[in-house]
């Protein structure tokens, strides 16, 4: 399974981007889908979540209300709007696939990962 990583760029603080992943290859029947980020001289940590109904959805408290994960199963595709952007955002934002239909938060559950697309928000 690859897991590729787009839109990431350069925003300023308040603004908004949408970080895309698409999947390919030999994908499990059912998967959760969930997104992570490294800031620089930081620990990798879980922002998001999804699971294979696109139903449930686990967010990181310092995202919630402000970030919004989606997928297309269709297209094997999950998405990440990011609003109301901050400083602390700036990471490189990785997405991971899971051989588990339910949304989980711990790296170590998840079996693919992406690239990861650099985010920069100026203050």
């Known amino acids: 399974v690859q897991l590729q990583a787009s839109g990431g760029g350069l925003v300023q603080a308040g603004g908004s981007l949408r970080l895309s992943c698409a999947a390919s290859g030999r994908i499990h029947i059912s998967y959760s889908l969930g997104w992570f980020r490294q800031a620089p001289g930081k620990e990798r940590e879980f922002v998001a979540a999804?699971?294979?109904?696109?139903?449930?959805?686990l967010y990181a408290d310092s995202v919630k209300g402000r970030f919004t994960i989606s997928r297309d199963n269709a297209n094997n595709m999950v998405y990440l709007e990011m609003n109301s952007l901050e400083p602390e955002d700036t990471a490189v934002y990785y997405c991971?696939?899971?051989?588990?239909?339910?949304?989980?938060?711990?790296?170590?559950?998840?079996?693919?990962w992406g690239q990861g697309t650099l985010v920069t928000v100026s203050s």
């Open positions: 999804v699971g294979w109904r696109g139903r449930y959805e």
């Open positions: 991971a696939m899971s051989n588990t239909a339910v949304a989980v938060t711990t790296g170590s559950r998840y079996n693919y």
